[in-house]
Nanobody
Framework: QVQLVESGGGLVHPGGSLRLSCAAS????????MAWYRQAPGRQRELVAS???????NYIDSVKGRFIISRTNAKNTVYLQMNSLKPEDTAVYYC????????WGQGTQVTVSS
């Protein structure tokens, strides 16, 4: 059972930046695609960005050019660098596989507000 632990969220002003981290408890991490999701109050969870085992990335249109997903296989960790944050980015952020294969972690709250 792979465990996922997200961290790095917080309160930031519009235009600010945050870097999220997600540590996975598996030595097979390098073989898995990974993704970041978010869930805002009253909305469904949505996939924000994904990265395949080879490092190819995909993003939803609303974060393209602002967010960067990356991974460090030696640390079994996936990251989400979030720049130029907007109030509409406020949500709980989670990581998982691109098809949500693993049990969800607790997520990390990101709040963008002035």
């Amino acid at each position: 059972q792979v465990q996922l632990v997200e961290s790095g969220g917080g309160l930031v002003h519009p235009g600010g930046s945050l870097r999220l981290s997600c540590a996975a408890s598996t030595n097979m991490f390098r073989f898995y695609g990974m993704a970041w999701y978010r869930q805002a109050p009253g909305r469904q969870r949505e996939l924000v960005a994904s990265i395949d085992p080879g490092g190819s990335t995909n993003y939803i249109d609303s974060v393209k050019g602002r967010f960067i997903i990356s991974r460090t296989n030696a640390k079994n960790t996936v990251y989400l660098q979030m720049n130029s944050l907007k109030p509409e980015d406020t949500a709980v952020y989670y990581c998982n596989g691109p098809t949500a294969t693993f049990t969800w972690g607790q997520g990390t709250q990101v709040t963008v507000s002035s």
